[in-house]
């Protein structure tokens, strides 16, 4: 079983449409949660983050995290054709794990016009 | 956050040849970077951290002779594929401390190698 698990879709909207990414992890020593979106061909582009459990937004997106249930999600508001990219989601332990991301396999994403 | 830059963003070598790739946190003093490798249609595994002024650590199952980090001041890493093999063709992305804190990182935009 991998330590983090995500859908790698393909997942494709229409344009307008509310978007939920997600993710599952079995590791409940993770402390933070990022999310990342990559384009074809380019590094991953930092999107959020969160420490711990809780609720952030940002604009048009949503990072929740429920270590209850060892599951985060990312919403995207209002999706656009310029969203369509590869989300990645990403988790680390703590200081004394620093660098070591566990990612997600990422989920592409397709807004269409 | 924190700005990475990476060079080149593609090569295409010979077998048997080594490639060098620069990276370098823009503005700001990265004195630990970090190595990724993504391979198609698959997630980014950490490859090794680069210690500014001391010995790179690598992850299990990183061959520590193959992928040379150099990290010779606080804004720049280098990793060296020696004698690659087309085993070795990747997307090698490098990463620093996000000014958000230690456990979230800054990406470059990445190096794809194409070894022939």
């Known amino acids: 079983q991998k330590e983090v698990e995500q859908d790698p879709g393909p997942l494709s909207v229409p344009e307008g449409a509310i978007v939920s990414l997600n993710c599952t992890y079995s590791n409940s020593a993770f402390q933070y949660f990022m999310w990342y979106r990559q384009y074809s061909r380019k590094g991953p582009e930092l999107l959020m983050y969160t420490y711990s459990s809780g609720n952030k937004e940002d604009g048009r997106f949503t990072a929740q995290v429920d270590k209850s249930s060892k599951y985060i999600s990312l919403f995207i508001r209002d999706s656009q054709p310029s969203d369509s990219a590869t989300y990645l989601c990403a988790m680390s332990h703590g200081s004394s794990n620093t660098g070591k991301l566990i990612f997600g396999q990422g989920t592409t994403l397709q807004v269409k016009p | 956050g924190a700005v990475v830059s990476q060079h080149p963003s593609r090569v295409i070598c010979k077998s048997g040849t080594s490639v060098k790739i620069e990276c370098r946190s823009l503005?700001?003093?990265?004195?630990?970077m970090f190595w990724y490798r993504q391979f198609p249609k698959q997630s980014l595994m950490l490859m090794a951290t680069?210690?500014?002024?001391?010995?790179?650590?690598?992850e299990q199952g990183v061959e520590k002779d193959k992928f040379l980090i150099n990290h010779a001041s606080l804004t720049l890493s280098t990793l060296t594929v020696t004698s690659a093999h087309p085993e070795d063709s990747s997307f090698y992305i490098c990463?620093?401390?996000?000014?958000?804190?230690?456990?979230?990182?800054?990406f470059g935009a990445g190096s794809r190698l194409t070894v022939l």
């Open positions: 503005d700001f003093q990265a004195t630990t």
């Open positions: 680069s210690n500014e002024g001391s010995k790179a650590t690598y």
């Open positions: 990463s620093a401390p996000d000014r958000a804190g230690a456990n979230v990182l800054t």
